[in-house]
């Protein structure tokens, strides 16, 4: 359904790094490769800011550049020292170094004020006494051209003298602006004398009450890019129409070693909403338990639920840079974790929804200390004990009383193997009278069938993991699903369009009875295990010694891979 053919191959060189290549080739800005990340601080980042982060920072790394990361806090009633500390949290944490070169464009206010005022002098910038609804319907429409404001032809003298009182805070918010004196019949709407300052009577983070008048952000990107030496200045393609603006701005204003916006499709994923707006009503509002809920995808949320930087850097690097806009489907994103988390997670046994198992040939007080292989994948990960005894508990859909076709767990008379253990054959069963589920299950062991021993080459179908009931942790697991309901393109388009109507009713499932091994006693938050034939979990924020908390990262089922089997089965 989603233009994902082609990314699962590894990365490929993206249109940005060919531009960059022939700047390079004719020796434009001497060779210099400087490019910036700019957030506006106005809430916390996500996944389609991580694709901006890795394609910034990655280019500057790949042509022995420099990448700034630059707050655009030109908007003072919007934006927080929270977002900014949580913005410096996750690019570091995406493993992105910046060095000294942090800045912020309200430190360029003054030179943006002179830059005003030289654009007064060239008689190309003016003070206009339209009010907001006056300016929007002078500007006309794509079909009607708009029409001159009657402020416009205002002599220089007049315009730097009114331009100073809105400084000095003489008139009140939306009284007046200053606008770029270009084109009222331009096809293009940003050329229509777009404002380039306006009054707001706010205290600014930095700045306090230094100004009452602040750029706008057409105005002020592309001189910051200027003041710290962007070579190639990356945005996305919403702005594509803004680029005459920044490029009449920077040549009005500065004649060499200009930057060059360039833009890029923005990234977006299927069964989750991107833009920040949105996100923060889901938090403001209390659909979620913040910004960093394990089912948002922003980035604090991503590493909550368990996702490493490598995967998401991964991800990032391998959907590719398009010039046209397309969704992403989610499962590729899960692919990559599983991906990571299959080489690097250790495995262990975990019961999510336990069913007591009775060993009645195996002594009573007996516990045997099995070994455990941490990663089939690593060997390098070594191995751990894990304890064995009379009763255990196993999933309770791993024992069928009149089992379906196809069904190699436990059922009356059948064999199966105990992970790491013994072969154990099911006896019987005993119904709890009240509920009349099923609520002990009777087995006997063979003996000679122990895992590593001698008679472990004896085969059976199925193998269920297990912990022992006497050892084993009482934990909490809380399992993830999309956040967004859609299954198709059609539906993907509603979902975004009223998201809250498509909140999945089913995204959050916490299981608070679920036993663990003992081996995960002391489990650090933010570490990540594969509980064996359950997925990828994670140790949560709120966990703790005794009160044991995990995230569901992702199952193990991949549908991502059989969605390109399927597409190679079809010449893809
Ligand atoms: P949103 O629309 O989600 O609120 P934004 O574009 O307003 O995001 P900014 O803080 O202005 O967010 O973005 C910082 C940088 O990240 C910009 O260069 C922007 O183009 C880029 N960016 C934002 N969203 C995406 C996305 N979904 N995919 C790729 N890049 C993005
Ligand atoms: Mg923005």
Not at 75 to 97: A, H
Not at 292 to 312: E, F, K, M
Not at 436 to 465: F, M, N, Q, W
Not at 518 to 539: D, E, H, I, T, W
């Amino acid at each position: 359904m989603h233009s994902q053919e082609n990314n699962n191959s590894k990365e490929s060189v993206n249109f940005i790094q060919s531009i960059i290549d022939r700047d390079r080739e004719n020796n434009k800005y001497g060779g210099r490769v400087h490019l910036r990340f700019p957030p506006e601080p106005n809430g916390y980042l996500h996944i389609g800011h991580a694709k901006s982060i890795c394609l910034n920072f990655g280019l500057a790394e790949k042509n022995n550049g420099l990448c700034n990361l630059r707050f655009d806090d030109t908007n003072p009633s919007k934006e927080d020292i929270e977002y900014i500390d949580s913005i410096i949290r996750d690019v570091r944490w995406l493993g992105f170094n910046w060095e000294d070169r942090l800045y912020y464009a309200s430190d360029y206010f003054d030179k943006m004020y002179e830059d005003a005022v030289s654009l007064i002098k060239q008689g190309k910038a003016y003070v206009c006494d339209l009010n907001p609804e006056e300016i929007r319907e002078y500007r006309g429409t794509f079909t009607k051209p708009g029409k001159e404001s009657p402020y416009r032809n205002r002599s220089i003298e007049e315009n730097l003298s009114l331009f100073k009182q809105m400084k000095d805070g003489i008139f009140e918010d939306g009284s007046r602006v200053l606008r770029a004196k270009i084109d009222m019949s331009s096809a293009n709407l940003n050329m229509r004398d777009p404002v380039l300052y306006r009054i707001v009577k706010k205290s600014h983070h930095r700045t306090g009450d230094k100004w009452c008048i602040y750029p706008m952000y057409d105005y002020a990107h592309p001189l910051e890019d200027y003041y710290e030496r962007i070579t190639h200045s990356v945005c996305t393609l919403e702005f594509e129409d803004h680029r005459p603006l920044y490029d009449w701005l920077l040549s009005n204003l500065y004649s060499s070693e200009l930057p060059q916006q360039i833009e890029f499709a923005r990234l977006d994923l299927t069964n989750t909403i991107m833009s920040k707006r949105k996100l923060r009503i889901l938090v403001e509002e209390g659909y979620v338990s913040g910004w960093d809920d394990p089912r948002l995808p922003t980035i604090s949320g991503l590493r909550r639920r368990g996702y490493t930087p490598q995967a998401i850097r991964n991800f990032c690097n391998r959907i590719g840079v398009a010039k046209t806009n397309s969704v992403v489907d989610i499962r590729f994103l899960e692919h990559c974790i599983r991906e990571d988390l299959n080489k690097n997670a250790q495995r262990v046994m975990a019961v999510l929804n336990p069913l007591k198992l009775i060993i009645d040939n195996y002594p009573d007080n007996l516990t045997e200390e099995l070994e455990g292989e941490n990663n089939p994948e690593d060997p390098s990960a070594g191995s751990r004990k894990v304890p064995f005894s009379k009763t255990l508990y196993i999933e309770k859909e791993d024992f069928h009383e009149d089992p379906p076709k196809k069904y190699f767990r436990l059922a009356p008379g059948r064999e199966v193997r105990l992970k790491n253990a013994y072969i154990v054959k099911s006896q019987g069963f005993v119904r709890d009278e009240k509920t009349g589920e099923i609520s002990e299950v009777h087995c006997t062991y063979d003996p000679e069938s122990k895992s590593g021993g001698a008679g472990a080459k004896r085969k059976v179908k199925g193998t269920l993991h297990w912990v022992s009931a006497g050892h084993a942790l009482k934990a909490e697991v809380r399992l993830y699903d999309y956040l967004l309901l859609s299954e198709d393109k059609k539906q993907e388009e509603e979902a975004k369009a009223n998201f809250i109507d498509r909140i999945n009713p089913n995204s959050l499932e916490v299981l608070t009875e679920c036993l663990v091994e003992p081996s995960l006693a002391n489990a650090v938050k933010g570490n990540k295990y594969q509980f064996m034939r359950k997925g990828y979990f994670c140790v949560d924020l709120e966990s703790k010694t005794g009160n044991l908390v995990f995230n569901r990262i992702v199952s193990l089922r991949d549908s991502w891979e059989k969605i390109m089997k399927i597409n190679q089965g079809k010449g893809k």
